[in-house]
C-alpha cells in the first residue's frame, strides 16, 4: 500500500523544520540511499535520504514551506503495481493499525463490500506486519522472520536497511527492547512579559517588529532554561600572553611554507584541552540526576553567524597538534557560517570557549550551553603595567578570562585546579608541545 513519506527529526531537539527543497517530483523513482530533499532545521540545512524504494505519487508539502512539524506527511511513496489511484483509498486508515481495527471500521462505515485484502504477514499476537517489498524479499533470500525485526520507516514500517541490519545479527534484533520514547521538551521557561503588552508600551514609536527564525528561537529558550536551571558560578583570572605571542610568531615562520598560520584562539583550544586531561574531574557533564565524567578532551568553540551562533566541538583536541588543531576550526567555522554542519559536529563536548577578544571587548561572563561542565569566556590581550617577579614594573600583554562555572558539576577548588592548568599552558605554550 501507499507509503506516506514523513517529515525526519533530524536531531535531537528538532521539533519543526522548512522544507527547503525537493531534489525529486511526483513520478521519479527512488531508492534507499537517494537524495530526496534538503531540511533546513533550526542550526543547518541537511540531504534527507529516502529509506525504502518505490515511485513518488504525490509531493504534499511544497518547496519553501516553513514550521513543518516532525513526523508530518511530506509526501506518498508508491509500491511496485500501485497508481496515483490508490492514494486516496490507502489515506483512510492509518497504515500501522492492527488488522482487528481495520475491520471494524471497515464493518462500521457502511455501504458496499470491499474486496477481501491479500494476507500479510503476522505477528506472534495478530497484528499486521508492515514491510516494505524489497525488505520483504531479502528477509525471505536470508530466512529471516520480519516478526522478530523493528521496523524504523514511516508508522513502524520494516524497510531494506531494518532487514539488512538483521542480516548481521538476526538474534539480537530479535531480542532488542522496545525503543525508548523520545524524551519530553524541557518544561518551558518562565515567560516575561507577552508580546501585546510590550507592543502597547511602545504604541505611538516607530519600530520594526522582527520574528523570530527556529535557530534564534532555539538560542532563547536553551540559554533561558541553562541561567534558570544552572547554578553559575564565576572565576577569573589574567594572563599574561608575551611568551606566547613570541612563540607563535616564530611557529608561524616555520609553517608558512605549508600554509599554516596559528591563531592564539588555536593555543587556547589547545590549552583547554590539555587542562581537562590534568583535572579529568573537572572533564564532566551534567546528565539530569547523575553526572558522566568524559576521558577525551571535546572541546567547544562558539562561532558567530548571522542570526545566531553555533558551538562546533574538536573532539579529541588533547591528542591533535596545534596546526591540525587550526585547519579543523577553520573548516568548522566556514561551514557553521554557511549552515552546512552535520548535528554529530555541534553537539556533544564537555566544555566550552567563547572569545570575543578580536571584538575589543576586555571581560565578559559567557552563559554556560548544557550539558557542559563550564565555558571560559576570552577577552582581548592589551598591553597593562605589571609588577615583574623581582618587583619592578613593567609591561605586559594581559589577557582577562572568566570561567563560569556549573556548581553541580565542579566545585570551587576544581574549578580553581581548571583555570590554574589553563593559564599555566598559556604562559608556558612550548609545555603543550611535549
Not at 52 to 75: F, Q, R, S, W
Not at 78 to 83: K, N, Q, T, Y
Not at 343 to 356: C, D, T, W
Not at 389 to 403: C, F, N, P, Q, R
Request: charged share 25%; proline share 6%; aromatic share 4%.
Amino acid at each position: 500500500m501507499p507509503t506516506e513519506i514523513l517529515m525526519p527529526a533530524l536531531s535531537p531537539t528538532m521539533e519543526e523544520g522548512t522544507l527547503a527543497k525537493w531534489h525529486v517530483k511526483e513520478g521519479d523513482t527512488v531508492s534507499s540511499g537517494d537524495i530526496m530533499a534538503e531540511i533546513e532545521t533550526d542550526k543547518a540545512t541537511m540531504e534527507f535520504e529516502a529509506v525504502d524504494e518505490g515511485t513518488i505519487g504525490k509531493i504534499l508539502v511544497e518547496e519553501g514551506t516553513e514550521g513543518v512539524k516532525v513526523n508530518t506527511a511530506i509526501a506518498i511513496l508508491l509500491e511496485e503495481g500501485e497508481s496515483a489511484d490508490d492514494i486516496d483509498t490507502s489515506k483512510s486508515a492509518p497504515q500501522a493499525a492492527p488488522a482487528a481495527d481495520a475491520g471494524n471500521e471497515a464493518a462500521s462505515s457502511g455501504g458496499s463490500e470491499a474486496p477481501a485484502p491479500a494476507p500479510a504477514p503476522k505477528s506472534a499476537d495478530g497484528n499486521r506486519i508492515f514491510a516494505s517489498p524489497l525488505a520483504r524479499r531479502i528477509a525471505k533470500d536470508k530466512g529471516l522472520d520480519l516478526a522478530s525485526i523493528k521496523g524504523s520507516g514511516p508508522h513502524g514500517r520494516i524497510v531494506k536497511a531494518d532487514v539488512e541490519k538483521a542480516t548481521a545479527a538476526p538474534k539480537a534484533a530479535a531480542s532488542a527492547p522496545a525503543a525508548e520514547a523520545p524524551a519530553a521538551p524541557a518544561a518551558a521557561a518562565a515567560r516575561g512579559p507577552s508580546a501585546s503588552s510590550v507592543m502597547a508600551m511602545y504604541e505611538g514609536r516607530d519600530y520594526e517588529e522582527v520574528s523570530l527564525d527556529g535557530m534564534r528561537k532555539t538560542i532563547a529558550s536553551r540559554l533561558t532554561e541553562a541561567k534558570q536551571s544552572i547554578p553559575h558560578f564565576y572565576l577569573r583570572r589574567d594572563i599574561e600572553l608575551d611568551a606566547l605571542l613570541k612563540f607563535r610568531g616564530e611557529l608561524n615562520k616555520q609553517l608558512e611554507a605549508r600554509g599554516v598560520k596559528l591563531s592564539v584562539n588555536d593555543f587556547i583550544i589547545k590549552a583547554c584541552a590539555l587542562a581537562l586531561q590534568a583535572v579529568p574531574d573537572a572533564n564532566a557533564v551534567w546528565a539530569g540526576d547523575r553526572m558522566l565524567k568524559l576521558k577525551p578532551s571535546d572541546v567547544a568553540v562558539a562561532v558567530a553567524i548571522e542570526g545566531g551562533l553555533f558551538t562546533p566541538v574538536l573532539k579529541d583536541a588533547d591528542m591533535k597538534s596545534l596546526s591540525a588543531l587550526s585547519a579543523e576550526m577553520k573548516d568548522l567555522a566556514t561551514r557553521a557560517r554557511d549552515r552546512k554542519l552535520a548535528p554529530h559536529e555541534y553537539q556533544g563536548g564537555s566544555f566550552a570557549i567563547s572569545n570575543l577578544g578580536m571584538f575589543g571587548i576586555d571581560n565578559f561572563d559567557a552563559v554556560i550551553n548544557p550539558p557542559h561542565g563550564a565555558i571560559l569566556a576570552v577577552g582581548a590581550g592589551v598591553k597593562r603595567p605589571i609588577v615583574g617577579a623581582d618587583g619592578e614594573l613593567a609591561v605586559a600583554t594581559v589577557m582577562s578570562v572568566t570561567l563560569s562555572v556549573d556548581h553541580r558539576v565542579i566545585d570551587g577548588a576544581l574549578g580553581a585546579q581548571l583555570l590554574q592548568a589553563i593559564k599555566d599552558n598559556l604562559e608556558n605554550p612550548m609545555t603543550m608541545l611535549a
